[in-house]
């Protein structure tokens, strides 16, 4: 038979085994719920990035529509609407390269997880 100190002591380990593995799911699902914020935050920054170059990009369309209507006419307007046209068409390309970057940048979702997980199963494992 086994003696009460015996149990007892199995028991404290048990359930001292339990309390760490409780811990360590409760820190990698913390690390998982702020690196889904992160993503989440670049996700809407890159939406609304892609949102403004459209608009930018559609009056740069507009604009070089009337620059060329106004091509055929005379004087300085042919000045400011070259300048806003330049404007709005490398506005909207810079927020295009811009959203671009970002997209590729991003690639690897919850990055930091997976490394604890896999760190985590090499520990267990040796």
Not at 19 to 24: G, K, Q, R, S
Not at 56 to 85: E, I, K, N, P, Y
């Amino acid at each position: 038979m086994s003696r009460p100190s015996d149990d007892a002591s199995t028991a404290a380990r048990v359930q001292g085994l339990l309390a760490d593995v409780l811990e360590l799911a409760q820190v990698r699902l913390e690390l998982f719920t702020v690196e889904a914020r992160q993503e989440f935050a670049r996700l809407t920054s890159m939406a609304a990035l892609a949102m403004l170059a459209a608009v930018f990009v559609g009056f740069g369309l507009v604009f070089l529509a009337g620059f060329l209507t106004v091509l055929l006419w005379d004087s300085q307007r042919l000045l400011v609407l070259g300048v806003f046209t330049a404007l709005f068409l490398g506005g909207g390309v810079a927020l295009a390269v811009t959203v671009g970057l970002r997209a590729r940048q991003g690639a690897r979702m919850f990055a930091a997880s997976r490394e604890e997980l896999r760190r985590d199963q090499e520990r267990l494992r040796s």
